[in-house]
């Protein structure tokens, strides 16, 4: 009878510590969550690399091959110019409309 009370306990003991293991461990159920969610991330950052290589390498033979493309490259990258061309360059931001100063009273300083 005691042999079986043991036996019980140690079975009870094996089993809590296989479900600790199973639970909380480095190869557990939380740490397989958190490799499955980071494969999925490195896969779909594979396929975007992939594109832009795909991409890229039809690119160059474009230029290897297409005389039309590469100018049209070197016109847009390097602002080159054919004959009787003008380049008109805009900036990006728009210097902000001056707002006329005031004086000491609040009083723009033109209306005086």
């Known amino acids: 009878m005691i042999w079986r009370r043991f036996l019980l306990t140690a079975l009870i003991f094996f089993n809590v510590f296989l479900l600790?293991?199973?639970i909380w461990s480095d190869?557990?159920?939380?740490?397989?969550?958190?490799?499955?969610?980071r494969h999925e991330q490195l896969k779909q950052r594979l396929e975007a690399v992939n594109d832009k290589s795909l991409d890229l390498s039809q690119e160059i033979r474009w230029l290897k091959t297409d005389?039309?493309?590469?100018?049209?490259?070197a016109r847009s990258q390097?602002?080159?110019?054919?004959?009787?061309?003008?380049?008109?360059?805009?900036?990006?931001?728009?210097?902000?409309?001056?707002?006329?100063?005031?004086?000491?009273?609040?009083?723009?300083?033109?209306?005086?």
């Open 20 to 22: 600790y293991n199973l």
């Open 27 to 37: 190869n557990g159920i939380f740490a397989y969550l958190e490799l499955k969610s």
């Open 67 to 73: 005389q039309a493309f590469t100018e049209k490259m």
């Open 78 to 112: 390097m602002n080159y110019l054919k004959d009787n061309e003008i380049l008109y360059q805009f900036p990006k931001d728009p210097p902000a409309a001056k707002e006329p100063e005031r004086d000491k009273e609040g009083k723009r300083a033109d209306a005086q």
